[in-house]
């Protein structure tokens, strides 16, 4: 069964830094795109960046674009998002989910198999 687990949420001060993971069981990453998203109580879940599966080009949103660096480690089957420079306005849980094939869709709805999420907090 494909399954993906994120994990490295916390509690950190605006202009802190976080590294989340997205582990997967069930399949390997290697070939397949990830993205992360992210979603607030009450807002629908937007797409934060993605990381193709076929020859590592990522894509951002221009909210993160420039704070946010999407990676992959394929000997440990895992996606990372580090954020830096964080702000209140990054506050939310965070998912990471795959739409199934090498390349990055634009549409939430592309992607399935998501993980439990990682609250992300950032507050002084």
């Known amino acids: 069964q494909v399954q993906l687990v994120e994990s490295g949420g916390g509690l950190v001060q605006p202009g802190g830094s976080l590294r989340l993971s997205c582990g997967a069981s069930?399949?390997?990453?290697?070939?397949?795109?990830i993205g992360w998203f992210r979603q607030v109580p009450g807002k629908e879940r937007e797409g934060v960046g993605c990381?193709?599966?076929?020859?590592?080009?990522?894509y951002y949103v221009d909210s993160v674009n420039g704070r946010f660096t999407i990676s992959r480690d394929n000997t440990k089957n895992t996606v990372y998002l580090q954020m830096n420079s964080l702000k209140p306005e990054d506050t939310a849980v965070y998912y990471c989910?795959?739409?199934?094939?090498?390349?990055?869709?634009?549409?939430?709805?592309?992607?399935?198999?998501w993980g439990q999420g990682t609250q992300v907090t950032v507050s002084s």
């Open positions: 989910a795959t739409p199934g094939g090498y390349y990055c869709s634009p549409n939430v709805v592309d992607f399935d198999s």
């Open positions: 069930g399949f390997t990453l290697d070939y397949y795109a």
């Open positions: 990381i193709n599966g076929h020859d590592g080009t990522t």
